[in-house]
């Protein structure tokens, strides 16, 4: 990415709105101003202004927009930013973007280079900048409210005061190397190594979270689990609101693990159906039934459906699966008599409707049980666990260490890692990665 250039990029969605937003950064941002607006002087910085949008050649009308005008430093990305509202009409946005393509020094912006550019330029770090395209990327209310904590710095905050207390613990080290002839406090000695030991279990106990904010992020997922004709692929139809998997009579239809994602409680699930448990066919029922059992083993949670046809009988494929992590349901309970239920299943009936709010509130109680908020900011990508774990790593070999100059790089390669996470150090070669994911004008 070249920074010299000055960028643009609609902020907007594209196709037909009310509204469209482009946003303008970089040393001739202004430009866009005197060159295409109609007066051509600056707008007070912050105030919207209406102005008349022209081609500059024939000075035509292009249309009648809001300007606004961010002088550096005070903006997002720390340049001089504009951004044009205009009406949101294709030819409008169309004749907009050519225009700004032929101001002189001017490019389309590539994603995420205007979080980037507010990133080199300290307006935030790289916890900060992660949590911008987790919020545009939210779709539920728990997404949304971890990305604004996130984005608020929270979770840089807590690794910068880490980064911090380790850089006090390295400076005392390395005047313990330096004047090593010298008779230094027995206690200060002492003091670093306790403070190297709370710090480590702080961290350890911030990487024991089950992987709370990932999950979150990325979605919590749910495997439906029981026998052939059981009704799983009704339930989730149901709880879809369409018809996703193929509903049959016939034992062993649904062959492969089909998913949606759905919002359940304010949380993201992903919910899996699978095949029926039993004793394949042949060899493409078989392969089913082996990834529906590799998929309970890697969910997160499992809802359990047995056959209300047959019931209290079950059969024991699904019934060994029953364990904390489970949630057993008894299907077709239209064809049950009170007393053969029990409060250990949940019953209920897809066909007829019933039992389906119960078991939303249920699974809600679950999730939120397995993803509520500690109170400190959770982890929420494995680049950030993976650093932790590195630093983790170092923490506990400078403890160890005997050597004052090893315990002192030990300490300093631990500094490094947590710096990688807020952007502070060698992140050059993340860049790429983290902001690629970003929409275009972001």
């Given at each position: 990415?070249?920074?010299?250039?000055?960028?643009?990029a609609p902020a907007s969605a594209s196709g037909k709105a009310g509204v469209a937003v482009f946003r303008i950064s970089g040393k001739d941002a202004t430009s866009a101003i005197t060159k295409?607006?109609?007066?051509?002087?600056?707008?007070?910085?912050?105030?919207?202004?209406?102005?008349?949008?022209?081609?500059?050649?024939?000075?035509?009308?292009?249309?009648?927009?809001?300007?606004?005008?961010?002088?550096?430093?005070?903006?997002?990305?720390?340049?001089?930013?504009?951004?044009?509202?205009?009406?949101?009409?294709?030819?409008?946005?169309?004749?907009?973007?050519?225009?700004?393509?032929?101001?002189?020094?001017?490019?389309?912006?590539?994603?995420?280079?205007?979080?980037?550019?507010?990133?080199?330029?300290?307006?935030?770090?790289?916890?900060?900048?992660?949590?911008?395209?987790?919020?545009?990327?939210?779709?539920?209310?728990?997404?949304?409210?971890?990305?604004?904590?996130?984005?608020?710095?929270?979770?840089?905050?807590?690794?910068?005061?880490?980064?911090?207390?380790?850089?006090?613990?390295?400076?005392?080290?390395?005047?313990?190397?330096?004047?090593?002839?010298?008779?230094?406090?027995?206690?200060?000695?002492?003091?670093?190594?306790?403070?190297?030991?709370?710090?480590?279990?702080?961290?350890?106990l911030h990487l024991n979270d089950n992987h709370r904010g990932e999950r979150l992020r990325e979605g919590f997922s749910i495997a439906i689990l029981g026998p052939p004709n059981a009704g799983?692929?009704?339930?989730?139809?149901?709880?879809?609101?369409?018809?996703?998997?193929?509903?049959?009579?016939?034992?062993?239809?649904?062959?492969?693990?089909?998913?949606?994602?759905?919002?359940?409680?304010?949380?993201?699930?992903?919910?899996?159906?699978?095949?029926?448990?039993?004793?394949?066919?042949?060899?493409?029922?078989?392969?089913?039934?082996?990834?529906?059992?590799?998929?309970?083993?890697?969910?997160?949670?499992?809802?359990?459906?047995?056959?209300?046809?047959?019931?209290?009988?079950?059969?024991?494929?699904?019934?060994?699966?029953?364990?904390?992590h489970t949630l057993a349901v008894v299907n077709k309970a239209d064809l049950l008599p009170p007393q053969t239920r029990n409060d250990a299943f949940l019953f209920l009936s897809v066909k007829?409707?019933?039992?389906?709010?119960?078991?939303?509130?249920?699974?809600?109680?679950?999730?939120?049980?397995?993803?509520?908020?500690?109170?400190?900011?959770?982890?929420?990508?494995?680049?950030?666990?993976?650093?932790?774990?590195?630093?983790?790593?170092?923490?506990?070999?400078?403890?160890?260490?005997?050597?004052?100059?090893?315990?002192?790089?030990?300490?300093?390669?631990?500094?490094?890692?947590?710096?990688?996470?807020?952007?502070?150090?060698?992140?050059?070669?993340?860049?790429?990665?983290?902001?690629?994911?970003?929409?275009?004008?972001?």
């Open positions: 990415m070249n920074s010299e250039s000055t960028i643009f295409l607006c109609r007066p051509n002087v600056l707008p007070a910085p912050r105030l919207a202004s209406l102005r008349d949008i022209l081609d500059p050649k024939t000075k035509e009308t292009i249309d009648r927009a809001l300007v606004l005008y961010f002088p550096a430093p005070h903006s997002f990305t720390g340049e001089d930013v504009v951004e044009l509202h205009t009406h949101g009409g294709r030819a409008v946005t169309n004749a907009v973007i050519e225009n700004l393509s032929k101001l002189p020094g001017f490019r389309l912006a590539e994603a995420g280079e205007f979080t980037r550019r507010a990133f080199e330029n300290g307006k935030m770090d790289l916890t900060e900048a992660e949590a911008i395209a987790d919020l545009v990327h939210a779709e539920t209310d728990a997404q949304r409210k971890q990305a604004l904590r996130q984005l608020d710095g929270a979770l840089g905050r807590l690794y910068e005061q880490w980064r911090h207390s380790l850089a006090r613990a390295l400076a005392y080290m390395e005047a313990a190397i330096d004047f090593s002839d010298e008779e230094l406090p027995l206690d200060m000695i002492e003091k670093q190594s306790a403070d190297l030991k709370r710090l480590r279990d702080e961290i350890a799983k692929s009704s339930l989730l139809n149901r709880l879809a609101h369409r018809d996703v998997a193929i509903v049959s009579p016939t034992a062993g239809t649904t062959r492969d693990v089909i998913e949606v994602h759905l919002d359940i409680g304010g949380y993201p699930v992903m919910l899996a159906d699978t095949a029926g448990l039993r004793e394949g066919d042949n060899e493409i029922e078989s392969e089913g039934i082996r990834r529906a059992r590799a998929r309970a083993a890697q969910a997160d949670f499992n809802l359990l459906i047995f056959d209300g046809a047959i019931w209290p009988q079950m059969d024991n494929a699904t019934q060994s699966l029953i364990g904390d007829d409707d019933v039992g389906i709010d119960a078991l939303l509130q249920r699974l809600t109680i679950e999730i939120t049980q397995r993803l509520t908020d500690t109170g400190a900011p959770p982890l929420t990508r494995a680049r950030h666990r993976t650093a932790l774990e590195v630093c983790l790593e170092h923490l506990d070999r400078a403890l160890l260490a005997k050597m004052a100059d090893l315990r002192a790089e030990d300490v300093r390669l631990a500094m490094r890692a947590l710096g990688r996470i807020t952007g502070r150090v060698d992140v050059e070669d993340l860049l790429d990665i983290i902001f690629r994911d970003f929409c275009i004008g972001k």
